[in-house]
């Protein structure tokens, strides 16, 4: 559902929440940065709200985050007074993926990468301040309450994993040369960034958060700016009852999946669950399904299309199950470099009015198949763009591979120039020593590049 089509403003929905049946409760389980925001939304706008907050930094360790969510979640919906609850977390390096609503109870989440574009009020304005520094370092006032506590020594903290530890500390335990090591490779991140920002939702008292921004920025030698917050994404969050465009409302017994057409969360019936929510596999009935009795969670499918790449012709065809008749086919040529296109190509020839009303595709690539099979697809020799002191030779185990100079921060600026020349002697090496026919090549920042 669209904006325009929203059917409560912001103010008609806290009225809804605040004056709820006293035997109703509604709850919040979120990541403890938005703690000092939605605690000032509670209270400013009288919201009755049973709130838990998860730690933060849960989002660097995903399936952690999603056992934890979900145990809570779960804990919440043992509540009979229970109405609906309100998910603190977007995307979170899909931590939010595979999330199941109580059987009962619609969770709602916001259409969100991460916590920074709530802060800042949308997934558009977080974009708007990507594009405009992507190595910034944004600092809320909840981030700092549950990031920034300093060591009983007065060292440095250094972040591993979600886990902090004293500077001190490390040295202690591995020795000066072994802590070194460690402490300025869990460190090399600040090389990434050249701006410490401090994100100012308003909801006063923030000066300790500021000032621990500005102190960061001078640190590291970034630049420093205070951006301006806006709450009304995370007061929508808490009042809303119908998904749009900035809200997912995931119903009764549902499943959060990843659409990676929305490159954002959206939910699903659960994974091989019926209709009824009995489980078990599902059924498709292919051809007619009137008057005739199928179990509840039978999917009738009247139109299929059926799509196969092979190693000359791309073909598609469309078959009426119903009429046990072929309806439309076509051919292309295979566009072995990207199937798309020849897929494509080979649609485009069939009427728009037979593929509006398509309920099942079936794709193979039998190009692909056979070469797998075969084993006769072409040898890639692998160009990679690193640190010396960090060349993941373990982490890729694919051979043929070069290490070659080069070298691009976080923004995709360039830090160190390539040398042709060494690239050629590269690739020329590999095709006549190892007797590639293909190449990839990648590098640290290679994608804003």
């Not at 931590?95 to 916590?115: E, M, N, Q, W, Y």
């Not at 009015?353 to 797998?372: F, K, Q, R, Y």
Request: net charge neutral; charged share 25%; aromatic share 8%.
């Amino acid at each position: 559902m669209k904006n325009n089509k929203f059917a409560f403003h912001i103010q008609t929905e806290s009225r809804g929440v605040a004056q709820m049946n006293a035997s109703q409760s509604i709850y919040f389980i979120g990541c403890g940065v938005l703690a000092p925001d939605i605690d000032h939304i509670t209270q400013t706008q009288d919201l009755k709200l049973k709130r838990k907050y998860l730690p933060g930094g849960l989002h660097e360790d995903p399936q952690e985050l999603r056992r934890r969510l979900q145990a809570a979640i779960d804990t919440a919906a043992r509540d009979e007074t229970c109405r609906r609850i309100i998910i603190g977390y977007g995307l979170c390096g899909k931590g939010s993926v595979g999330i199941k609503a109580p059987d009962t109870i619609p969770l709602v989440f916001p259409r969100v990468h991460d916590c920074i574009a709530l802060f800042l009020g949308s997934d558009q304005a977080y974009k708007k301040e990507f594009e405009r520094c992507p190595g910034t370092y944004y600092i809320s006032a909840g981030w700092h309450r549950e990031k920034s506590s300093r060591p009983k020594d007065g060292a440095d903290q250094v972040w591993i994993g979600s886990q902090a530890m004293g500077s001190k500390e490390i040295k202690e335990r591995f020795g000066d040369k072994g802590g070194g090591d460690i402490i300025r490779f869990f460190s090399s991140w600040q090389k990434n960034y050249q701006r410490a920002a401090f994100i100012d939702t308003g909801i006063g008292n923030t000066g300790r958060s500021s000032s621990h921004a500005r102190d960061m920025a001078k640190k590291y030698d970034w630049a420093y700016e205070k951006i301006e917050g806006n709450l009304s994404l995370m007061m929508r969050l808490v009042t809303a009852e119908v998904s749009d465009d900035q809200i997912l409302v995931v119903p009764p017994g549902y499943v959060t999946t990843y659409s990676a057409v929305d490159s954002g969360l959206a939910a699903a019936p659960e994974a091989g669950a019926g209709t009824d929510g009995t489980g078990g596999p599902r059924t498709l009935v292919f051809g007619d399904g009137e008057n005739k009795t199928y179990e509840n969670n039978a999917c009738v499918i009247t139109r299929g299309l059926g799509i196969d790449a092979g190693g000359t012709y791309t073909d598609a065809a469309v078959y009426d199950f119903t009429e046990k008749k072929l309806k439309a086919k076509s051919k292309a040529l295979t566009t072995k470099w990207d199937f798309s296109i020849g897929i494509d190509e080979a649609l485009s020839r069939i009427a728009p009015d037979l593929l509006a009303g398509i309920e099942l595709v079936s794709v193979s690539t039998t190009l692909a198949t056979n070469a797998i099979v075969e084993n006769d697809g072409q040898k890639a020799g692998l160009i990679l763009m690193c640190d010396q002191g960090g060349r993941p030779d373990q982490l890729i185990p694919h051979t043929p591979k070069a290490f070659v100079k080069g070298k691009l921060n976080i923004s995709g600026n360039e830090l160190a120039p390539i040398d042709p020349d060494e690239i050629r002697r590269t690739a020329r090496q590999m095709v006549d020593r190892d007797q590639v026919s293909a190449f990839a090549v990648s590098g640290y920042g290679g994608a804003a590049n």
